[in-house]
């Protein structure tokens, strides 16, 4: 029910557009999330947005990625620049709703390489 888009190959130091749009009506969200995983290691999360519009970023991208979100389209938006070989992985988007619903995307590959 999630479609997530904007993945690529990018060279170190470039930027991308990743979006997460829902293909259907889902009530109630109260939190968007951008997760990933790269090759042999544990998903993490990297950003989230809550409904009171505040945000939580990992450490290892403050200041490079930031979340933000369309509520008309149900759609959520990473913004990532500067980025770094270690950025690589595959990125997944999550909703969360206030019902307890959990909504994943079916992950959007970045590489990071020269």
């Known amino acids: 029910q999630l479609q997530a888009s904007g993945g690529g190959l990018v060279q170190p130091g470039g930027s991308l557009r990743l979006s997460c749009a829902a293909s259907g009506s889902i009530a109630s969200i109260n939190y968007m999330a951008w997760y990933r995983q790269a090759p042999g290691k544990q998903r993490e999360l990297v950003a989230g947005?809550?409904?009171?519009?505040?945000?939580n970023y990992a450490d290892s991208v403050k200041g490079r990625f930031t979340i933000s979100r369309d509520n008309a389209k149900n759609t959520v938006y990473l913004q990532v620049n500067d980025l770094k070989p270690e950025d690589t992985a595959v990125y997944y988007c999550k909703f969360s709703t206030r019902y307890g619903y959990i909504y994943w995307g079916q992950g959007t590959l970045v590489t990071v390489s020269s």
């Open positions: 947005l809550d409904s009171g519009e505040r945000t």
